[in-house]
């Protein structure tokens, strides 16, 4: 019996012998665990005391998710009510992000962003999704434009071939705009007006190419006009000897040009009076590229730089006419032209053609006056 209690006590201490290597084993595999371990393709992070992480953990200065069973994240993973990117090493994204065809924008702290988004100066709209918005988009009561790389328009954009204006802001604006030294007229859905157009019970013209609202005179379709210096038309009223009627348009009377102003070379200004004197003059106003034509102090008429004038009778004024419009000739040199025309049996009203760089001027003038 001693001897059964003593082998049994031999194999007992034995056990424990042979059981103190596996401890230590444990202790060293647990140790080795410390730090990343990659376990059926899926990621894990020990800490020192061996236990997997979970959620958000800094590592080397960057940050990673993990899940309650402590697997590595990657791609858009929701936390909260806040969307965050890991990249393919499970690193969390900041800022710009382009994910399939769309691109997003991460804050600093990883969280996607969304709405109004100003970034190095320029802003940027990202939907709900958080996809970057571009094109037009409403937002309450304005319309902003966003570009194809989806900053926010500001200034003059023309958009599939209409011309807007957008303020400091980005709003899309409407009405009366100042740009510059001009003013410029946008209709209720924002493109650019020309032409003419009627506010606040007044009449004003718009540039037909470029939409700035014109001062002084003008011609439309042959008709006569002339803008005050706030754009507001002239009506029932006489402005340099002109006299302009109920619709603000010049009322033709004698000594008075029917003028074609927007006629290229080879249209002619008509004068309605044969009775001319002697004593008319151009004055020019380089601003509107503008010349005026006076009887005495009282203008007649008035033509835009370009246009041909027509039933001109007298060398010096045809030299002045000449200066206006940038093609020098002095009055003997004139004289020259209409005594030759004259020689090649020229009658009245026929034409002469003064020549400088290719540019051709073309004048009626009267045989019987000159």
């Keep these: 019996m001693k001897k059964f209690l003593i082998s049994l006590s031999l194999v007992m201490g034995l056990g ?28 894990y992070y020990y800490t020192s005391s061996g236990v997997k992480v979970t959620g958000w953990k800094s590592i080397g200065g960057k940050w990673y998710y993990f899940n309650s069973y402590g697997v590595m994240k990657t ?59 571009t094109g037009w988009l409403q937002s309450g009561s304005n319309w902003y434009y966003l570009k194809p790389n989806g900053a926010m328009q500001t200034s003059w954009a023309k958009v599939s071939g209409k011309w807007y204006f957008f303020d400091t802001n980005g709003t899309m604006k409407t009405g009366w705009v100042q740009s510059g030294s001009d003013w410029y007229y946008m209709n209720t859905n924002g493109t650019m ?64 040009f029917n003028t074609d102003l927007k006629s290229t070379i080879g249209q002619i200004i008509k004068y309605y009076n044969d009775s001319i004197k002697k004593d008319f003059k151009v004055e020019y106003e380089d601003t509107n590229d503008i010349a005026y034509f006076f009887r ?41 032209l209409l005594i030759e025309a004259s020689d090649h049996g020229q009658a ?23």
Excluded: C
């Design 75 to 133: 791609g858009w993973v929701k936390e909260g009510s806040k969307w965050y990117f890991l990249d393919s090493n499970g690193a969390m994204k900041t800022g710009w992000l382009q994910s399939g065809s769309k691109w997003y924008y991460l804050n600093t702290d990883g969280a996607m962003a969304t709405g109004w988004k100003k970034v190095s100066n320029t802003w940027y709209y990202l939907e709900s999704s958080g996809a970057m918005r």
């Design 16 to 43: 424990l012998f042979l059981q103190l290597p596996l401890a230590e084993l444990s202790t060293t595999t647990h140790a080795a665990s410390y730090g990343w371990k990659q376990v059926n393709g899926n990621w």
């Design 296 to 336: 005495n102090t009282e203008p007649l008429a008035y033509a835009e730089a370009g246009v041909v004038m027509g039933d001109v009778f007298f060398p010096e004024f045809l030299v002045d006419l000449a200066y206006a419009l940038g093609i020098p000739v002095n009055e003997e040199e004139m004289e020259a």
């Design 193 to 256: 007006k020309t032409g003419w157009v009627s506010s606040g019970g007044k009449w004003y013209y718009l540039d037909e190419v470029d939409g700035f609202m014109w001062t002084g005179w003008i011609d439309d379709n042959g008709k006569l006009y002339y803008l005050y210096d706030n754009g507001v038309m002239a009506a029932s009223t006489t402005i340099n000897g002109i006299t302009l009627g109920a619709d603000g348009a010049a009322i033709e009377e004698t000594g008075f």
């Design 348 to 370: 009245h009203n026929e034409l002469v053609s003064v020549y400088n760089d290719g540019i051709t001027l073309e004048f009626y003038w009267d045989i019987e006056n000159y």
